[in-house]
């Protein structure tokens, strides 16, 4: 008898036992806050920080964020930056970083690369307060679509948008109607603000300004959307709890309504503060850079119907995303309803479902 067990021991030591430490040296890897960025025509600037930092991580180029094209990795890295070359995929890159052990990443680039509209960005890739993130190719947010080229469109018809959401009022959408070629959405009119006819005019663009100018510290000025307006944001995150996706949600800078609509749904999803108020001033950046200042300059013309275009400081006084102001935003709600959880359920009238729902829908592990 002992001498069988002399021999089931000795198999454990030569056999089994260097299996089980081979699996138990297999460290697993977390990779945290991947960024990518388009340099130049097909490629891109990869950036992320992976713990243990000896991990090393596999880095893939698919057309889809939740599957791969190919099984062969561009290349294989454990430190960032690193530039990557995609030249046969014509349309949207999504980079699959998988370490050896532990969770794939998903990234994009933020802003979509169209030629007509400068504020077209998806809303993915943001980490939750409880280490999710937003999935990516889910829910876009832009400026107003009337400047879409062809090229624009046979991009975004890769996308599979199924839903357009604007926020624009019916005066606005007359006088710029999205421009959407080929197999195009469904476009669902929620119109947020005033909903005029009328153009407004050069006092009122005065108006505004003056009204910017006037405030201080303060006295900062939040958005009235968010509470005069919440059924109409709930009509959109209804069809997102639905299943309409992928959707855009648009109005004409893609700054103030569309911000405040962005700032709900991150919100809603459990994005920090400070990542949801990042977000928002990324319009400063896209809007306001010197490559789209003639066309942002252009747009806020068209829309005060002004004879000649405004001059800079006009555009970037009035065109300029201010942190404080969502900031009084989201505290404007909250000392409304007592809590964001009550917002949702008091002021947009969202059931528990339908939250979990747009959860469900747009978190992965």
């Known amino acids: 008898m002992k001498s069988r067990l002399r021999g089931v021991l000795l198999l454990f030591t030569l056999i089994v036992a260097p299996v089980l430490a081979h699996f138990g040296s297999v460290v697993v890897a977390r990779i945290e806050n991947p960024t990518c960025e388009l340099i130049r025509p097909n490629v891109y600037r990869l950036n992320f920080h992976v713990l243990p930092e000896t991990a090393r991580v596999e880095v893939f180029a698919s057309s889809r964020p939740d599957q791969l094209d190919s099984p062969i990795p561009l290349l294989t890295t454990h430190k960032t930056p690193a530039e990557v070359s995609v030249p046969d995929l014509p349309g ?31 809303l993915g890739g943001y980490r939750t307060s409880d280490g999710r993130y937003v999935r990516w190719g889910m829910v876009y947010r832009s400026n107003h679509l009337v400047n879409l080229t062809s090229r624009d469109s046979d991009y975004l018809n890769r996308l599979g948008i199924r839903l357009v959401c604007d926020v624009r009022s019916d005066g606005e959408r007359a006088r710029a109607p999205d421009h959407w070629t080929g197999n195009a959405p469904e476009f669902f009119s929620v119109p947020i603000g005033s909903n005029l006819i009328t153009t407004p005019t050069a006092n009122d663009l005065k108006h505004r300004i003056a009204s910017i100018k006037s405030e201080t510290k303060d006295s900062v000025r939040a958005y009235d959307y968010a509470i005069d307006y919440a059924g109409q944001y709930a009509k959109i995150l209804r069809r997102i709890a639905a299943g309409d996706l992928p959707a855009v949600e648009h109005c004409t800078a893609g700054k103030d309504r569309t911000g405040v609509f962005s700032a709900i749904l991150l919100t809603a999803l459990s994005v920090p503060r400070v990542t949801v108020v990042q977000d928002y001033l990324l319009s400063n950046e896209y809007l306001l850079a010197p490559d789209t200042i003639a066309t942002t300059t ?15 400081s006009t555009v970037r006084t009035i065109m300029t995303a201010r942190p404080e102001t969502l900031e009084a935003t989201l505290d404007k709600i909250s000392n409304t309803y ?28």
Do not use: C, M, T
């Open 92 to 122: 949207r890159v999504y980079f699959h970083l998988k370490p050896a052990a532990g969770s794939a990443r998903v990234v994009s680039v933020r802003r979509l690369p169209l030629e007509g509209a400068k504020n077209f960005r998806d």
């Open 298 to 312: 252009a747009d806020l013309q068209r829309a005060f119907g002004l004879a000649e275009p405004p001059d800079i």
């Open 338 to 365: 007592g809590s964001f959880a009550n917002y949702l359920r008091d002021g947009l009238k969202l059931s528990d479902s339908e939250v979990a729902s747009i959860r469900q829908r747009l978190l992965e592990p």
